[in-house]
């Protein structure tokens, strides 16, 4: 029997998703091409434990967290923050969901990175608490203080002008 069998079925069906997580944990389409080809590597090695009783989606999810907060914490990766454009002195046409899409990327840029995964499991990928803080090795009680934390920061940095 074939160790990795399965995997490349998991990794086809399962790739754009966590490519999609990966992204909104890095804000950045290199950086999140790279993240998830870490995470994996990670899966591949744990695969014939995986594959008999585990949830691989479970543990690469879990997984392309714990990376980022780690690459940032060790290796200081700035996630980028873009400007604004501003549209009404340009003279462009807009459309107001780009913008506040804009607007949202702009703010999460700016979160910690714990605080922008439990955004990202809690609100983009719909995970409860209890899924939540055990993707993040935290408790319950962790994840809804430091989400009220993050949606504050949030509504502070996204311009109010953006949701009139």
Same mark, same amino acid.
């Given at each position: 029997?074939? @160790?990795?069998?399965?995997?490349?079925?998991?990794?086809?069906?399962?790739?754009?998703?966590?490519?999609?997580?990966?992204?909104?944990?890095?804000?950045?389409?290199? *950086?999140?091409?790279?993240?998830?080809?870490?995470?994996?590597?990670?899966?591949?090695?744990?695969?014939?434990?995986?594959?008999?009783?585990?949830?691989?989606?479970?543990?690469? +999810?879990?997984?392309?967290?714990?990376?980022?907060?780690?690459?940032?914490?060790?290796? +200081?990766?700035?996630?980028?923050?873009?400007?604004?454009?501003?549209?009404?002195?340009?003279?462009?046409?807009?459309?107001?969901?780009?913008? @506040?899409? *804009?607007?949202?990327?702009?703010?999460?840029? @700016?979160?910690?990175?714990?605080? +922008?995964?439990?955004?990202?499991?809690?609100?983009?990928?719909?995970?409860?608490?209890?899924?939540?803080?055990?993707?993040?090795?935290?408790?319950?009680?962790?994840?809804?203080?430091?989400?009220?934390?993050?949606?504050?920061?949030?509504?502070?940095?996204?311009?109010?002008?953006?949701? @009139?």
């Amino acid at each position: 029997m074939d @160790r990795y069998e399965g995997f490349h079925e998991f990794v086809r069906t399962r790739q754009q998703s966590l490519m999609r997580t990966a992204y909104l944990l890095t804000g950045n389409a290199h *950086l999140a091409e790279d993240l998830l080809q870490t995470v994996l590597t990670r899966v591949a090695s744990h695969w014939a434990k995986l594959a008999k009783g585990g949830n691989p989606e479970a543990y690469a +999810r879990k997984a392309l967290v714990n990376q980022t907060i780690s690459w940032r914490k060790r290796k +200081r990766i700035e996630l980028p923050e873009a400007e604004l454009p501003e549209f009404a002195a340009s003279g462009q046409p807009h459309d107001e969901a780009t913008v @506040r899409r *804009l607007a949202l990327l702009h703010a999460l840029a @700016r979160l910690t990175p714990k605080q +922008r995964a439990l955004i990202v499991l809690r609100f983009y990928e719909d995970r409860t608490e209890h899924e939540t803080a055990q993707l993040m090795g935290v408790s319950v009680g962790t994840v809804k203080s430091q989400t009220h934390y993050a949606l504050s920061k949030l509504r502070a940095l996204v311009p109010q002008e953006v949701y @009139r």
